[in-house]
C-alpha cells in the first residue's frame, strides 16, 4: 500500500527541515531535539483531555523516579496501565509523550502512569528495564489508589518502551505481580546481532526511523561485551513465552521494526498466549505520536486502544 498522504507530507516536511542525523550528535543534543519536535510543536488544545494529571514520584531501582498519573473521566474501578515512552532507551521522556498517555487514559478508560525512566548512555542496560519494573510493582501495591481494579494491571509502551513493556511482562510471568495485558507499540523485540528481519532493510531510510538512528540506541543502551539475548533485551530470542499476559501489538507498514513485531506475535500465538496484531497499512513508526497530524494514525491509535479495552473487558477483540 501507498504511504499515507499526511504522513507522506510530514516526512516531507522534515526532509526538507534538514538537521543532523540523531547519530552524528550527543544525546543532550537528540534529546533537545526530540523535545523541540514534540512538546514544542503540540496543540495543547487538542490533547485528551482527561479527569485530572498530577506528578508524582514512584520507586526505581536506585532511587525515587518521576512519574505522571493520568485519571479518566468515569468512576469506579478501571484498570491501571503503567506506560514507559519510547525513544531509544536515549531520548524522551514524560513531557513528549503526554499526548500518547492522555489519549490511552481517555480513550481506554484506564489510569495510566507514565514512568520517567533512567535513559542511556549515562545509564545503560539494566538501569531503565530495574527502573520500568520497580515502578510496575509499585502499581501493584498501590493499585487501591490508582485503578482499584488488581485484576487489570497493564504493562505499556512505544518503540524502546514496548520493548521495556514485553521485558517487564517477562519478569512479572515468574515473580509477580500478574498482569492482565501487555500493550507493545511498535516495539523493538530484538537486539542479537544475527537477526534478519527483511523490513529493517525495506524500511531502512526515509521513514523516521532510520537503520542509522537503531544502531546508534543500540550501541547507547548495551554496555560493551553484554550478550544481546541477556533476560531483559531481546523477548524475540526467547524460546520460552508461555505463560506470558494477552499481547495487543501494533506497527506500521514502512516501519523498520514491522517484521520482528509480526514474528513476535506469531511465536507468541504458537506458545499459547491470546495475542491481537495488528499492521497499519501505509504508516511507519511513532505513529501513535502523529495523531494530531494524521486522520490514519488517529485511527490507528484508536483501534490499538479499542482493542485492549475490548480485552480488558473480558471479550474477544474484534474487527
Not at 209 to 222: G, K, S
Not at 267 to 272: E, K, N, R, T, V
Request: hydrophobic share 45%.
Amino acid at each position: 500500500m501507498a504511504l499515507d498522504p499526511q504522513i507522506a507530507n510530514i516526512l516531507k516536511f522534515l526532509a526538507d527541515v534538514g538537521g543532523p542525523a540523531i547519530s552524528s550528535g550527543t544525546a543532550e543534543q537528540a534529546r533537545a531535539g526530540f523535545r523541540a519536535g514534540t512538546v514544542g510543536v503540540r496543540n495543547v488544545a487538542a490533547l485528551a483531555q482527561v479527569r485530572s494529571v498530577s506528578d508524582i514520584t514512584v520507586p526505581g531501582a536506585d532511587g525515587e523516579r518521576a512519574a505522571r498519573v493520568y485519571r479518566p473521566d468515569v468512576d469506579g474501578p478501571v484498570p491501571t496501565m503503567v506506560f514507559f515512552h519510547g525513544g531509544g532507551f536515549v531520548i524522551g521522556d514524560i513531557e513528549t509523550h503526554d499526548d500518547q498517555a492522555r489519549l490511552i487514559c481517555r480513550d481506554g478508560e484506564m489510569v495510566v502512569v507514565s514512568v520517567d525512566y533512567r535513559l542511556a548512555p549515562e545509564h545503560p542496560f539494566p538501569a531503565g528495564y530495574e527502573d520500568c519494573l520497580a515502578a510496575t510493582r509499585w502499581a501493584a501495591a498501590n493499585i487501591d489508589t490508582l485503578g482499584g481494579d488488581a485484576g487489570r494491571l497493564v504493562v505499556g509502551g512505544d518503540s524502546a518502551g514496548g520493548n521495556l513493556a514485553a521485558n517487564v511482562a517477562l519478569a512479572c510471568r515468574g515473580e509477580g505481580p500478574a498482569l492482565a495485558a501487555q500493550f507493545l507499540i511498535y516495539p523493538g523485540l530484538d537486539f542479537t546481532e544475527d537477526a534478519d528481519y527483511p523490513s529493517r532493510v525495506e524500511n531502512a531510510e526515509g521513514y523516521f526511523l532510520t537503520a542509522e538512528d537503531m544502531l546508534w540506541f543500540r550501541d547507547q543502551y548495551l554496555p560493551a561485551g553484554l550478550d544481546p539475548a541477556s533476560p531483559g533485551l531481546s523477548p524475540a530470542a526467547l524460546a520460552d513465552l508461555t505463560g506470558l499476559p494477552p499481547a495487543i501489538i501494533g506497527v506500521g507498514e514502512f516501519d523498520p521494526l514491522r517484521d520482528e513485531d509480526l514474528a513476535y506475535g506469531k511465536a507468541l500465538a504458537d506458545a499459547g498466549v491470546a495475542v491481537v496484531v495488528r499492521r497499519y497499512d501505509g504508516l511507519i513508526h511513532g505513529f501513535f505520536g502523529f495523531t494530531q497530524l494524521s486522520a490514519a494514525a488517529t485511527d490507528a491509535a484508536s483501534d490499538m486502544i479499542r482493542l485492549l479495552r475490548e480485552l480488558l473487558e473480558g471479550s474477544v477483540p474484534t474487527g
